[in-house]
T-cell receptor, first 114, second 113 residues
Framework: QQPVQSPQAVILREGEDAVINCSSSKALYSVHWYRQKHGEAPVFLMILLKGGEQKGHEKISASFNEKKQQSSLYLTASQLSYSGTYFCGTPTGVYGGATNKLIFGTGTLLAVQP | IAGITQAPTSQILAAGRRMTLRCTQDMRHNAMYWYRQDLGLGLRLIHY???????GKGEVPDGYSVSRANTDDFPLTLASAVPSQTSVYFCASSDSNRGSGYTFGSGTRLTVV
């Protein structure tokens, strides 16, 4: 049931774009995205709810396609501060509300170089 | 500053010993969670609580117990620690009634030897 993230790691130069994907084998009602810097706690970025909406945080946006059971995180014109590990989280329960106990993907390591 | 406080920050524990990791939040969130993070495995849910007085098992509950006597506190107990419980433990909370994301504590790094 753990969502699958791809790629596992990506290295960028400042200003380049990246896409991180999150796919689930079960029906999704919502997807969370978090960023974790080395040695720190994960930090909430955004929630996407059923309906295919897109959301944004700084120059980071995301889409959610419940039919394909996947979400994508878009990082535009990346900055050094974007470096870290990105996790998607999906609700475990049948309820699948905006917040439920989450199962997290194994993460995507993003390194932005000068 | 509103948030979650975890204690201790780190601990080295002898196998077989009992240990309680503390977690306190001041945001009045109804839901709280305990995750462990291991390299290559991501964050795995140990136990959760949707509201004070109730708890539930997550993906990897064996060897751990929790209690939720009030809204703010959610301690995690290892009854008899084993080396496989060496990990970084994160406590988190959320306002599930408003659909908020998780707020995580700064973590406890536990080494069982």
């Amino acid at each position: 049931q753990q969502p699958v993230q791809s790629p596992q790691a990506v290295i960028l130069r400042e200003g380049e774009d990246a896409v991180i994907n999150c796919s689930s084998s079960k029906a999704l009602y919502s997807v969370h995205w978090y960023r974790q810097k080395h040695g720190e706690a994960p930090v909430f970025l955004m929630i996407l709810l059923k309906g295919g909406e897109q959301k944004g945080h700084e120059k980071i946006s995301a889409s959610f396609n419940e039919k394909k059971q996947q979400s994508s995180l878009y990082l535009t014109a990346s900055q050094l501060s974007y470096s870290g590990t990105y996790f998607c989280g999906t609700p475990t329960g049948v309820y699948g509300g905006a917040t439920n106990k989450l199962i997290f993907g194994t993460g995507t390591l993003l390194a932005v170089q000068p | 500053i509103a948030g979650i406080t975890q204690a201790p920050t780190s601990q080295i524990l002898a196998a077989g010993r009992r240990m309680t990791l503390r977690c306190t939040q001041d945001m009045r969130h109804n839901a709280m969670y305990w995750y462990r993070q291991d390299l290559g495995l991501g964050l795995r849910l140990i136990h959760y609580s949707n509201t004070a007085g109730t708890t539930g098992k997550g993906e990897v509950p064996d060897g751990y117990s929790v209690s939720r006597a009030n809204t703010d506190d959610f301690p995690l107990t290892l009854a008899s620690a084993v080396p496989s419980q060496t990990s970084v433990y994160f406590c988190a909370s959320s306002d599930s009634n408003r659909g908020s994301g998780y707020t995580f504590g700064s973590g406890t790094r536990l080494t069982v030897v």
